[in-house]
């Protein structure tokens, strides 16, 4: 989903709304340790 897509969507976010919102999630999942659920063949 594009920013342009977003902002269409919900009209009373901005720009600054959606990047704050990336540049949070992107702290919190950056120390998390990606575990596979199967092994590989």
Do not use: R, T, W
């Not at 009209?11 to 590989?40: F, H, Q, R």
Request: proline share 5%; hydrophobic share 45%.
């Amino acid at each position: 989903m594009s920013v342009k897509e977003i902002l269409e969507e919900y009209p009373n976010l901005s720009k600054e709304d959606i990047k704050a919102a990336l540049e949070y999630a992107a702290k919190v999942v950056s120390g998390e340790e990606v575990v596979p659920l199967v092994e590989k063949a």
